[in-house]
Nanobody
Framework: QVLLGESGGGLVQAGGSLRLSCAAS????????MGWFRQAPGKEREFVAG????????AYADSVKGRFTISRDSAKNTVYLQMNTLKPEDTAVYYC?????????????????WGQGTQVTVSS
């Protein structure tokens, strides 16, 4: 069982930055691959970024490549999403997710545990 809690969301102007954090419970955090997803009003949940169990392999949605960076600190049981050059279309609820497999995954059904989400709003 893994419990996840996101923080760091908020309101920011276009071009600004935010860093989301996801704190995980459980002694086996280091064996889980992690991901960030987002869901805008009226849209389906979409993959944003993922990182493997060791932090050595990452993947990004095309829409955020070059602007967002996912990382993890296993000593702190935390995964981060650094978001730079934010755009209004990045506005969404952002969810952290964990999967029992060690490799990066981009599909929501591949993840076993989910956080409650944190709102990110980017104004133009």
């Amino acid at each position: 069982q893994v419990l996840l809690g996101e923080s760091g969301g908020g309101l920011v102007q276009a071009g600004g930055s935010l860093r989301l954090s996801c704190a995980a419970s459980g002694r086996t955090f280091g064996s889980y691959a992690m991901g960030w997803f987002r869901q805008a009003p009226g849209k389906e949940r979409e993959f944003v970024a993922g990182v493997n169990w060791s932090g050595g392999n990452t993947a990004y949605a095309d829409s955020v490549k070059g602007r967002f960076t996912i990382s993890r600190d296993s000593a702190k049981n935390t995964v981060y999403l650094q978001m730079n050059t934010l755009k209004p279309e990045d506005t969404a609820v952002y969810y952290c997710a964990a999967r029992g497999g060690r490799t990066v995954a981009a599909r929501s059904y591949e993840y076993d545990y989910w956080g409650q989400g944190t709102q990110v709003t980017v104004s133009s």
